[in-house]
């Protein structure tokens, strides 16, 4: 249509692709627990980023408020990732 | 009689205005620190632990209680102020001042009924068998907290005016109106509370307590200090109208 | 080179007023006290999480990311619409976005219906206790979100919304996308964790 629609509906493809990934193929027995978790979270973490900057506009936002938000991003990331690795796991 | 005679007594508007802060005040130092509310004793304590609590901290509980149980009245007479603001805002006919106004009013019914509840529990301890102990530590936090939704409606009516204030400063700074909004969504998962003895959902946890109480602390404080200084604007937006208009108002306060 | 610094730092700015970002900013901040707390309640008790987590249908979760994922991407199509002034495309951009919130909250309330009806419910155990808080506040979200789009939508049909007048509507697609946001995070934490 126009090409400034282009780029929003490149990034729905990436987002449902990146989603049917990890929820239909990472999650598979076949890939270790622990490198298809980690790899789930961190593409999670993507895609929240993805939507932040591109679908709230965040990419145009003042500066600290684009930082607050993308701070959030990895503080939650760093955070679930931390406590998962920290976790026991005896299966 | 002369309708000229009659104005606007916004000294009454300001007395009634710091009630809030009075309010904050007394249910902090009272009820949270001196109470020991501050964090709450716990729903996950067995009949034992809570009558502990209750005889460990007797005379605290029981002077904290029952000035809270005189303190709630302050929320009121706080409501009265801001929803004289509003209707400047919305007009006679609005409704959502009338909604605060009932908020405010009916948000005192828990925390009367909670705070006199405790100090029930908390002269009776020695005497009564710790399952009542126990039961009453836990009515007291069902009624106080299950009661959100009031608060909400007024929460939501003080949000809902003060964005649609058309003046070019607005009476109240935009974020104040949201952070209310905050404030309500903070409120819903306090229904879970009758779910919860431990983790972020209980009725002393990370969420229902830290946060539900903290964001409505704020908003609380932050409206109240708006407010008084909104009714200073307002008498000042009185004193600039020109004499006529002023006396035109008197007049219709007389008829209307 | 400096003009051109100037003018994007003018250009910056947030869609819709600064209030709703503020209630945003609070709101993932929860969330993410949410999200830590469940790890941690995981750490504790990892046998029983991973052993209730296997009950869950990932196909649920997964299909309903899309479904809001998609919602999103119609919302940005409305908002685009709005500000190049095709005012016609505005409201049934909306029309779609509201429509896959009602098939996000149907799927929700179908996956529910079936733990239910297998025995289990918030009071099972601690992973359910979290599963059925989580989803159940994101889902409030959704339904909020839900008469937004639909106030939006009544709106958008009066032609109200332009490039010169979209500051509400900006503000309703920005709320809409943080629900989405919080979903794509929500749904691994609990359906994949493994």
């Known amino acids: ?36 978790t980690v790899a789930t979270v961190l593409i999670a973490a993507f895609k929240a980023r993805l939507v932040l900057l591109n679908f709230m506009e965040v990419r145009h936002a003042p500066l600290p408020w684009r930082l607050m938000f993308e701070a959030w991003v990895l503080l939650v990331t760093a955070a679930v990732l931390s406590i998962y690795l920290q976790t026991p796991m005896n299966t | 009689m002369k309708p000229e005679t009659y104005s606007t007594d916004y000294t009454m508007w300001r007395l009634l205005a710091w009630c809030g802060p009075i309010f904050m005040t007394v249910f902090f130092f009272m009820w949270g620190v001196f109470a020991g509310n501050l964090p709450p004793a716990g729903a996950d304590l067995d009949a034992a632990q809570i009558t502990a609590h209750y005889l460990n901290n007797g005379m605290a509980i029981r002077i904290g209680m ?5 303190g709630s009245a302050f929320y009121m007479a706080w409501g009265c102020a801001v929803s004289k603001v509003m209707r400047r805002i919305e007009g006679p ?5 009338n909604l605060e106004m009932m908020g405010a009013t009916i948000t005192c019914a828990p925390l009367l009924v909670a705070c006199g509840i405790w100090l029930t529990a908390s002269i ?11 039961m009453m530590y836990w009515l007291g936090w069902m009624i106080i907290d299950i009661a959100y939704m009031v608060t909400t409606f007024q929460i939501f009516a003080v949000g809902i005016v003060f964005l649609r204030d058309q003046r070019e400063k607005p009476l109240m700074p935009a974020w104040i109106s949201w952070w209310g909004f905050v404030t309500c969504a903070a409120f819903f998962p306090v229904s879970l509370i009758p779910f919860f003895k431990t983790g972020p959902f209980a009725f002393h946890g990370l969420f229902n307590f830290w946060i539900a109480f903290f964001t409505w602390y704020i908003w609380v404080t932050a409206v109240s200090f708006n407010i008084i200084r909104a009714i200073s604007r307002l008498q000042q937006e009185d004193g600039a109208a020109s004499p006529s208009a002023a006396q035109q108002r008197a007049g219709v306060l007389i008829t209307g | 080179m400096a003009t051109a610094a100037a003018r994007l730092q003018q250009a910056r700015r947030l869609p819709g007023v600064e209030g709703v970002w503020v209630f945003i900013a609070a709101d993932m901040a929860m969330f993410g006290l949410l999200f830590v707390s469940f790890m941690l309640e995981r750490q504790k008790n990892l046998a029983l999480f991973e052993h209730s987590r296997h009950t869950l249908d990932a196909n649920f979760g997964g299909i309903n990311t899309l479904i809001l994922l998609t919602s999103s991407w119609f919302v940005v199509l409305a908002v685009d619409a709005a500000k190049r002034n095709r005012v016609q495309r505005v409201a049934p951009c909306l029309a779609a ?36 808080a989580l989803t159940g506040i994101h889902l409030l979200h959704v339904a909020a979100g839900c008469v937004v789009l639909a106030v939006l939508w009544k709106r958008a049909r009066a032609g109200t919304y332009n490039s010169a007048q979209c500051v509400g509507l900006e503000c309703g697609a920005s709320y809409w996308h943080m629900v989405d946001l919080l979903w794509i995070l929500l749904f691994p934490l609990l359906y994949l964790l493994r």
């Open chain 1, 1 to 36: 249509m126009s090409i400034l629609l282009k780029p929003a509906a490149l990034i729905w493809l990436l987002l449902m692709l990146a989603t049917c990934t990890t929820t239909w193929w990472l999650s598979k027995d076949a890939f270790p627990a622990t490198v298809a």
């Open chain 2, 66 to 70: 029952s000035v809270c149980m005189v």
């Open chain 2, 93 to 97: 006919d609005g409704i959502l001042s």
């Open chain 2, 124 to 134: 009776e301890a020695p005497q009564l068998p710790p399952a009542i102990i126990h």
């Open chain 3, 97 to 132: 976005a509201m429509i896959c919130g009602f098939a996000f909250t149907v799927s929700k309330a179908l996956e529910y219906a079936d733990k239910l009806r297998s025995g289990i419910s918030m009071l099972t155990n601690d992973f359910y206790m979290y599963y059925f």
